[in-house]
T-cell receptor, first 116, second 118 residues
């Protein structure tokens, strides 16, 4: 079974629409970290956010917000009022200490296209 | 200053050749990684080094040999290149001693090396 599932392979929205990228993870560890990374068309990978398993507070950073729910093993990412510059591949990643020796397992990514 | 830099950015070579990709980080991180991103954008870890010591070798063919001369450098040498090796290779680093704290540290990636084997 995949440890990190990003069920949406591709999403296309029109500018100013809100969009949510789903991430569902699987782990038996009690302590783990979740991450989101962005890969714009230029190709670099950029860290966006980190969340540990004990902190279920939602986080907002400008137009970006993250909803972490342990009950559903989800760590979803919402972009409000999307812009063309948000077009990128977004990766969710899980880092487990006990089970996986600390390495990050990435989901397959969601390609977001924001049209003007 | 670039935090994680890797060279070259593009590498085009023929099957059977040997090539190297270099990576350097100036963040003072203890742990460095090589990731491979295939044509479908899937990211998979290949190797991880902590303070010059190999920590993870993710069932990568032994044609791939990482070398870490010091904790700021992690190079990747590939022997007898095959068509299936064509991909983007990313170097990354993270803070802290691997088993104690680096699992909770975000990865800082280089800009990638696009390897094309013809």
């Amino acid at each position: 079974a995949q440890k990190v599932t990003q069920a949406q392979t591709e999403i296309s929205v029109v500018e100013k629409e809100d969009v949510t990228l789903d991430c569902v993870y699987e782990t038996r560890d009690t302590t783990y970290y979740l991450f989101w990374y962005k890969q714009p068309p230029s190709g670099e990978l950029v860290f966006l956010i980190r969340r540990n398993s004990f902190d279920e507070q939602n986080e907002i950073s400008g137009r970006y917000s993250w909803n972490f729910q342990k009950s559903t093993s989800s760590f979803n990412f919402t972009i409000t009022a999307s812009q063309v510059v948000d077009s990128a591949v977004y990766f969710c990643a899980l880092s487990e200490l006990q089970t996986n020796a600390g390495k990050s397992t990435f989901g397959d990514g969601t390609t977001l296209t924001v049209k003007p | 200053d670039t935090a994680v830099s890797q060279t070259p950015k593009y590498l085009v070579t023929q099957m059977g050749n040997d090539k190297s990709i270099k990576c350097e980080q100036n963040l003072g991180h203890d742990t460095m990684y090589w990731y491979k991103q295939d044509s479908k954008k899937f990211l998979k870890i290949m190797f991880s080094y902590n303070n010059k010591e190999l920590i993870i070798n993710e069932t990568v063919p032994n044609r791939f040999s990482p070398k870490s001369p010091d904790k700021a450098h992690l190079n990747l040498h590939i022997n007898s290149l095959e068509l299936g090796d064509s991909a983007v290779y990313f170097c990354a680093s993270s803070q802290g001693h691997f088993f104690l704290s680096s699992y909770n540290s975000p990865l800082h990636f280089g800009n990638g090396t696009r390897l094309t084997v013809t």
